[in-house]
């Protein structure tokens, strides 16, 4: 009887402290995905820490067609303006916000750009994840760090977009490194 009692109360401990330790650093997953890929990794971010997920939605959705998306971009990069985005989340409530992105043109897409401009991360982690076809991080990480520059960025993970989906391994082991 004494031990049930015992491993009862070391259970209830241990899942008291891992619910206030969830409460107190609230994680948010904000991602932007034009193929799929950045989504996918995500979705397995949110999955494995159990945490809120939002994904950024430009006003004027990128075609499907891939020529005419990278058209688009280039119109939006070329006249200097973030584009507006259909969407919005309240982020104050967040200690640390995984943020999903492709690198576009060696950098965070201009619709990441607007998302972060648009909202106040001082005194948050943001903590990049990054899908690309070959760039890695390229020049997002810096980008971030003068978007924010109030906040504290994690290490980040960088995979081939086309990997994603196997990628939940891999998200897991750097997710219990960092966090």
Known sequence: MTKRIIIFLTSLIFFTGAFLNAQA??????????????????????????????????????????????????????????????????????????????????????VVKSFLSSNNFSGKRIVPLCTHGGGGFAESVNSIRELCPNSTILEGFSIYGREARNSKNNLQNWLNRIL
């Open 25 to 110: 650093n609230k994680t948010l997953v904000v991602y932007f995905s034009y193929s799929g890929n950045t989504r996918v990794a995500a979705e397995y971010v949110r999955e494995i820490l159990n945490a809120d997920i939002f994904e950024i939605i430009p006003a004027n959705r990128y075609p499907n067609d891939y020529n005419a998306a990278v058209e688009q971009y280039r119109r939006e990069k070329e006249s200097s303006t973030l584009p507006r985005l259909a969407n919005s989340i309240n982020v104050s409530q967040y200690d640390t916000i995984i943020l999903g992105y492709p690198n576009w043109g060696s950098d965070l897409s201009l």
